[in-house]
């Protein structure tokens, strides 16, 4: 008879067991170290990529857009909820910053983040660029909102028109002009209605070329002698020739730009095809009767009979008046009459110009006439300048959002904005 075998079915002890955990434990616990570290890791960089990405699309916004849009318009920077921390923009400010609030985080991948840019147009190093190219004096450009260029047309230069007036009233054979005067007055102020009463509403603007003309003929007296005498023509006060360059009236809340482009008049004038003396120089009045705020534009045009002995020779008197007692006035005059015209490349200077602001001639830089007194450049141009920030350096700074703005940035990306 065959003997059975007997089975053990006895299963693993409690210490087996126990040893059993322990040496899976040891070999799982570094995987599930390495794991986690991996998995971490991986979504730090995750992280830093998104950040990197948000400072590219950031930058990327500024450089397609005008920087005068993008900082009028915060907003548009970051996609909406920013805040700008710089004030309100205008283009010659030192430094703006632009945060996105609590509200909002700056988008990217999977991620959001806190963000700031600062635009700042004279950084701390390497600023030599900045400060060459944001230093330079610029053109401000404005509206022309009114234009009085005088013509050389007989039928329409007031010049022409006052001497055909002249020579139609006066009509002496033996007549014989010894000198012409002009004077050109602007005057400035609110509008006047018909009643007399004034629209403080509304700005107007009155040109007025004024002349008057000394000369001699032969007259007979009552016993029928002749004699010569000397009159004047008008007899009394100046022929006027008036111009309304805001026949609509102007907004007074705004500042408007006059452009008056003139002809200048030298120690000899040419009228009807006769020379004529001029006495006394060119006068310019510039009336401020009620100290508003407005930019002239006072251009002298060169002629085309010009030399460089009547450039030279040129005389002029500018002359301001406001109604404030300080020397520093709301209207801001800008004009060439200093400039000789036959030597504009070396911007020479002609000395018989003068400009007057409340009876002060200014002979040094001052603000009347587009100087700058801090600098004293711009004495003879014919334009405002303004040195602008053209050129800023921009730092995008990327924040973790429980951080916020206070806290250590993710990434930061520095780059440039030319205006």
Known sequence: MKKLKKIDNAGFSLVELLVAVVILGLIVAPLLHTFVTASGTAARSRKMGDATLASQNIAETIEANDLTALLSDPDSILGGGAALEGGSYSSNALLYTIGSDGNYLVTAGKSKFAAKVVFDPHPTNDSGAFNT???????????????FAQSSDIATDPDEQAYSAFSEEI??????????????????????????????????????????????????????????VTKYWPAAGYEVITSNLFPQGYDSTKTPSIYLMYNPWYST????????????GDGIDINNTDNLAFNL???????????????????????LHQVSVSIVSKAKVYSNAKENLMNSVGNQQITGVKYIKKGTVLNTPQTFAGYNAVTGTGENDVVSKTPKNRIYQVTISIYDQSAGLSGTPLSTFITTKLQ
């Open 171 to 228: 009509q002496a054979t033996d007549l014989n002009v010894s000198s012409v005067r002009r004077t050109i007055d602007l005057t400035v102020g609110y509008f006047v209605k018909e009643d007399g009463t004034e629209d403080t509403s509304e700005i107007a603007a009155t040109l007025e070329y004024k002349y008057q003309y000394t000369y001699s003929c032969t007259e007979i007296d009552s016993q029928g002698n002749p004699s010569t």
């Open 133 to 147: 190219i944001n230093a330079q004096q610029l053109t401000d450009y404005s509206n022309m909102d009114a234009v």
């Open 297 to 319: 534009f006072l251009v002298k045009e060169r002629i085309s009979a010009l030399t460089s002995d009547m450039e030279t020779q040129y005389n002029a008197t500018v002359t």
């Open 269 to 280: 004038v040419s009228l009807g095809g006769a020379s004529y003396n001029n006495s006394g």
